[in-house]
Every structure is written in C-alpha cells, then in structure tokens.
C-alpha cells in the first residue's frame, strides 16, 4: 500500500517549505530540516507488505516498463530521467517543488572532516534546464498523472520514488584529486552499505564509475580491503543500477565529466553474483536506457573456477581477469579461494574468448603489484609466458596487462612497490611484445582506490524479505 498522492505531497512539501539556503560565496549550505522523507521511509516499513523487495522501474528495460506502463512513449519518458539520476515521479509532478527532485545531494549534510570540495552541495537545476538533458524529440513530453501513478505502484516504498525504495545516499568524499567516493545504504538491508567510486578524467571529459557488485566478498584475497569482510550480501540489480544513477546525479549536479565508463572493480566478485550482475550489464547498454557501449564497461573476476568464463560469454562487456600471479603456488597465497590450477583456469577462459563476438575477443589481465611478493623479474617472465600462450590458444584477440600499483590498507602486512620495480616488471612484459601499462593510483587518500573499499560490518545482519 502506498501512501494517497494528497498525503505524499504534503509530506514532500513539508520538506520543501522546512528548507532555506543560506549562500556563502561558493559554499551553499542547507539549512533547517532533517531528511525527513529517508527517516519516514525507514521507519514505516510496514506500510507495504512487499517494501523493499520487488522489482523496481530501475531494473526494467524499455519492453517491461512499457508493458507496466501500457506505452513506449511512457516507458522512454521515464527512462530519460532515470539516465540523468531524477526520478520522473517526482520530475513530472508539478506539485513537488524543484528543490524536492535533488534533494538526496542538496540536503545531504556537509561534514566538517571532509576537505573543501565536499563543501559544494552542486547547482540546483530549475525543470526547464533538467528537460535540455533529454533526447530533443521527448523535451516536451509529460507523463500524466494516470501514468505517475501507473509508475508509483511500481515503486516499493510507502513514498515511492527510487531514491526511497533502493538506496539513500549517505556520505560523500572526495579524494584531493577529485575522486569521489558514494556510501549508499540498502533500504532492504539497512545495517548494510556500499560503496561506489566515481573517478573523473577532465582531461578526457568523462568519468569512470566503479560499481560494487556485492557487500563484502567470499574470494578473500589477502592484500582486499573488501575480502577481509567476507561475503555479506548479494546485491540486486536495482542495488547495482542505483549506484550508476546516483553516480549521474551528482556529477550532473556537480559539473562533473558525464559517466561513460563503468568497471565492476569495487566490493564483490561478479561472477558470484553472475544473475544481477548480467541483468545490470543489460540495462546499462541497452540504447534507451543507460546507453552505455559495451566497449565502456569493464567486469572484472578473480577467476574462482573455469566455468564463471562461460558463464561471462555473453556478457556485453570487456573482461578482466585479475590473475595477480601466475605461478600456483604465489597465486594460492594471495587467492586462497583458488582450488584450480592456472592452466586449468587459462583453458576456461580460452573456450569462453574464443566463442565470444570477434570485436568483443578482448581481454585484461590485472596484476596487483606487490613489494617483493609478485614484483620480480620471475613473475614478470612467468606472466609474459602465460599470457602469450593464452594468445596463441584464442587466436585473434587483444590482449592487455594491467599493472596496478598496490593500495596500502590498514593492518595490512603488504607494501606498494616502488617505481623502478614497477616499470622494470613493465619492461619484462613490453620486451615480450606484450602491450602492459601501469595504472595510476586514483582515490587512496579517501580509500576509494582498488582493494580499499571496505564497508563497516554490523552484527545481527538480515536483508528484509
Ligand atoms: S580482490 Fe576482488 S575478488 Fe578478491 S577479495 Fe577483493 S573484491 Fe573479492
């Protein structure tokens, strides 16, 4: 049962009026009210038998949401504002105030240990200037209220609304070099969150999101933030969608560079979560929905067995394989989960390339680089081998190595290599005619680098039926 619209209304405009900006200079801070609609949300569970549980809009494609919504044009119109992380319930009601549609940014309060770039809440986009983000031939398109309220019922929380029923945002850090990181917390499961980092290139325009697939991680790799965890929770494909939707919201609020690359590199292992994490894939490169080229989308899997590659065939996304080691007995140290021999695991990802689409033949290999555990001169041959054989097994395929720079987290006994260690372990590879680079430690001032995403564990755990 959700809340009658008139009931809804009042609620969300209590906020509004509650609310005052106070501006100083650059900084706006908001002023006077509680996140009223997020504390009702949580503490009226009861007001729906199924809160928290069914399938939101936000995990529908165009064909399903139309069938719920008994029209395409309907469906498209709804979608244009997921894309851009508004909630059309909200955007097209005239009745909710303008400030109401951002609000999960706007009202999110400023924490004085955060540096200065937390201090901008972000623009406050009027309706007119939000319609300028949509496709010019749906700009004046309205869904009517029949409609809204086709669309409301589709929503679990007694307030509808995406940003009531899956996730509310919580914090927001960003690093120095304005990587930024979004603690979501689960509405189905509210002593869990999780993280999802946004990292901007303004020298390319555009922003990486590195989406968590699930809470904590059953993999266990020694030098993971996230592995120490265990695994928590599988998340839904609402739960992944809703980090990409919040991700667009704040950097359209913030003047970010658009998000149009997504790596699956944060919490979790994909493939142990393979149906949400496939559902999510979809709706991000489906054309009217995210509209994201496959060729932008990363996942990543530690390889727990050779049949996770198949189950990665068709998944319309770049691999990568974070291998770490090549050598079994190295690689059982930092992947202590492994239970296959890397020959064994190299033959489950030659069937799987091998039956992929010739433009989709591409594969990553990540090497967390280690000080004086996986950074000589003998991993780096080994890998070079390794890898050139893969090659020859696939036949026509691109093959890169990705080497990353080891994150420091805390109580951890591993240290980051230094630089001539790194590019000699590079140099091995390229002399081999290997195409390997070194990526850039983004984020590990605010945590938010690889292998440092790790939410607090609370006791008495449970995800809401
Ligand atoms: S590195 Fe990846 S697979 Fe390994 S524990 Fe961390 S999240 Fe899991």
Request: glycine residues 4%; positive net charge; contains cysteine.
């Amino acid at each position: 049962m959700n809340l009658p619209r008139e009931q809804l209304i009042t609620r969300h405009e209590k906020v509004a009026t509650s609310t005052s900006f106070e501006k100083k200079g650059d900084e706006r801070s908001l002023m006077g009210t509680n996140d009223l609609l997020t504390n009702f949300a949580h503490s009226n569970e009861n007001l729906s038998n199924n809160f928290l549980t069914k399938q939101s809009p936000l995990s529908m494609n165009i064909e399903q949401l139309t069938a719920k919504l008994g029209g395409k044009g309907r469906s498209l119109a709804a979608w244009d504002c997921y894309r851009i992380g508004l909630d059309p319930f909200f955007f097209h009601d005239p009745l909710f105030s303008q400030e109401a549609l951002d609000n999960s940014i706007h009202m999110l309060p400023i924490s004085n240990h955060d540096n200065d770039n937390n201090k901008i809440q972000g623009i406050i986009n009027t309706r007119t200037e939000l319609q300028n983000y949509f496709p010019s031939k749906r700009r004046n398109l309205r869904l009517a209220l029949k409609s809204l309220e086709s669309l409301s019922n589709l929503y679990s929380s007694p307030l509808r609304g995406i940003e009531n029923s899956i996730a509310k945002l919580v914090k927001i850090q960003t690093s120095k070099d304005g990587t930024t990181k979004l603690l979501l917390n689960l509405y189905s499961s509210p002593a869990h969150n999780i993280e999802t980092v946004i990292i901007p290139w303004e020298e390319r325009g555009s922003s990486t999101l590195c989406v968590s697939s699930q809470v904590g991680c059953r993999q266990g790799c020694t030098f993971c933030a996230t592995g120490r965890m265990g695994k928590l929770l599988d998340l839904t494909t609402d739960e992944i969608l809703i980090q990409l939707y919040y991700a667009n919201k704040l950097c359209r609020i913030r003047n970010l560079p658009t998000v149009d690359n997504i790596v699956f590199m944060g919490m979790g292992e994909p493939t142990d979560n393979m149906q949400s994490v496939a559902s999510a894939v979809n709706l991000m490169v489906e054309k009217n929905c995210f509209s994201i080229s496959p060729s932008k989308i990363t996942v990543s899997t530690v390889g727990p067995n050779p049949d996770v590659f198949r189950k990665l065939t068709k998944v319309p996304a770049v691999l990568a394989w974070s291998i770490h080691a090549v050598r079994d007995s190295l690689r059982k140290e930092l992947v202590p989960t492994t239970k296959y021999t890397m020959e064994e695991l190299r033959e489950g990802m030659v069937n799987c390339l091998k039956v992929r689409p010739k433009k989709m033949r591409t594969l990553m290999l990540e090497v967390a680089l280690i000080q004086n555990v996986n950074d000589s001169e003998r991993e780096a041959l080994e890998l070079a081998t390794f890898s050139l054989k893969l090659i020859e097994l696939v036949g026509d395929m691109k093959l890169t190595v990705n080497l990353i720079p080891f994150n420091e987290v805390e109580h951890n006994r591993f240290q980051k290599p230094s630089v001539a260690r790194i590019l000699a372990f590079q140099k091995v590879l390229r002399d081999k005619g290997l195409m390997a680079y070194v990526r850039r430690t983004r984020g590990d001032d605010e945590h938010a680098a690889c292998g440092q995403l790790a939410t607090a564990k609370k006791k008495g755990i449970t995800r809401l039926p």
